[in-house]
């Protein structure tokens, strides 16, 4: 059974950075698109950046231009770049595939951005 793995997450301030790591047990993400996805308790899940298995990217507006989504296939690994890191950046952000795999959701990883 494909699990994925979330890390990378921890407190950083305002304006800096983190890279985001999703490990899949399986090989999976060589054949799927994935999505970094994030959550507050108030606010539903929200998908923030995708990329296909070919290498196609997409983002939220409110991310664009400050987060990078890229995939090592060999590693089954997707990460996620965030720089310029906001407070409402504030999250617990998970991955998924490209539809969402309910069986896949994680425990995910905290992001704070604070000073």
Known sequence: QVQLVESGGGLVQ???????SCAASGSIL???????????????????A????????????SVKGRFAISRDNAKN??????????PEDTAVY???TI?????????????????
């Open 30 to 48: 060589s054949i799927k698109a994935m999505g970094w996805y994030r959550q507050t308790p108030e606010k539903q899940r929200e998908l923030v």
């Open 94 to 96: 998970y991955c998924n």
């Open 50 to 61: 995708t990329i296909t298995s070919g290498g196609s990217t997409n983002y939220a507006d």
């Open 14 to 20: 305002p304006g800096g950075s983190l890279r985001l």
């Open 77 to 86: 690994t997707v990460y996620l770049q965030m720089n310029s890191l906001k």
């Open 99 to 115: 539809p969402i795999d309910r069986s896949l959701w994680g425990q995910g990883t905290l992001v704070t951005v604070s000073s």
